[in-house]
């Protein structure tokens, strides 16, 4: 009895890894499609001011429609596309896109909103990156300090030196860096004090909840200040609430992005957004 039932539970277990591979698989296939089958766009989440509630940027998310699988998110879909080696294509076509839509948006409205942008680690180790940005610039025409491009701790920790290297080239130009999801890696305080970086943007994960967890309010707290020391400015993700906000007002956060004021939205969407408060904005 004991026998056959632990033989189910392995005949089901083998079941889910089977599906799981043969997702990855056609995941692969697709995804190397994906581009030029128009299934891939950028949905754009305001990044807003808590004092006012007024839109200052935008940042860029990509989104991958697939006629059968639906929605797939980057989270599950970028690690493929570093993997077989898309992500640089795919990373150069983010970049114009945002870049252009940023050109559009400053163009229309006369004002310099921000646009972020994400590499992955695989970007930042690829030689051409800073070509990619530098020709990126001159063909928009955009302000370089209205691009801020995003990089995770473990890009950096993966090779510091490098890293180091490839940042202040991109700063040379003129562009803005942001450490995205901070306080989920493991970059220590002497490796931040040396980068140059202008924004921290403090992990969803210290933000959620953080009006019943003293814990996580407190480390956002120190996070906000430290950053604040070392010349930075700091991007809350992921509030959803007026408690979480009204928090990150008072603790001084600069920006706050998430669901409680706009969830990443098309373009057209985006645009209404920051057109909505365009009376507001004297
Ligand atoms: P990220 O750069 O930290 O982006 C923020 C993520 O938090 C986005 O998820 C956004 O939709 C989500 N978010 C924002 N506010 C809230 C909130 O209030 N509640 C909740 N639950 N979530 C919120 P998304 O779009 O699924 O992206 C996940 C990750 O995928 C991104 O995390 C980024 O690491 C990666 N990614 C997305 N677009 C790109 C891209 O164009 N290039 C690269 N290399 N990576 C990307
Ligand atoms: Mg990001
Ligand atoms: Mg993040
Ligand atoms: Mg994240």
Known sequence: QAKQQGRARWVMFDTAMQQKALRRLQLESELRLAQERGELWLAYQPIVSPRDGLICGFE??????????????PAEFIPVAE???????????????????????????????TMSVNLSAMQLSHHGLVALVEQTLNETGIIAGTLRLELTESAITAAPEHALGI?????????????????TG?????????????????????????????????????????????????????????????????????????????????????????????????
Do not use: N
């Open 83 to 113: 993997e077989i080696g898309l992500i640089s294509a795919m990373g150069s076509w983010i970049l114009r896109h945002a870049c252009r839509q940023l050109r559009t948006w400053q163009h229309d409205s006369g004002r310099s909103m």
């Open 167 to 183: 940042l202040l080239q991109l700063k040379q130009l003129g562009v803005k860096l942001s450490l995205d999801d901070f306080g």
């Open 186 to 282: 493991y970059s220590s305080l002497s490796q931040l004090r040396r980068l140059p970086i202008d924004t921290l943007k403090i992990d969803r994960s210290f933000v959620s909840q953080m009006d019943l967890h003293d814990d996580k309010r407190q480390i956002a707290e120190v996070v906000m200040m430290l950053a604040h020391i070392l010349g930075m400015d700091v991007v809350a993700e992921g509030a959803e609430t007026v408690a979480e906000v009204k928090l990150l007002g008072e603790m001084g956060a600069d920006f706050v992005q998430g669901y409680y004021y706009f969830k990443p939205m098309r373009a057209d969407a985006a645009e209404a957004a920051w057109r909505g408060q365009s009376a507001m904005r004297t």
């Open 60 to 73: 860029a998310l990509l989104r991958w429609d697939h006629p059968i699988y639906g929605a797939v998110g």
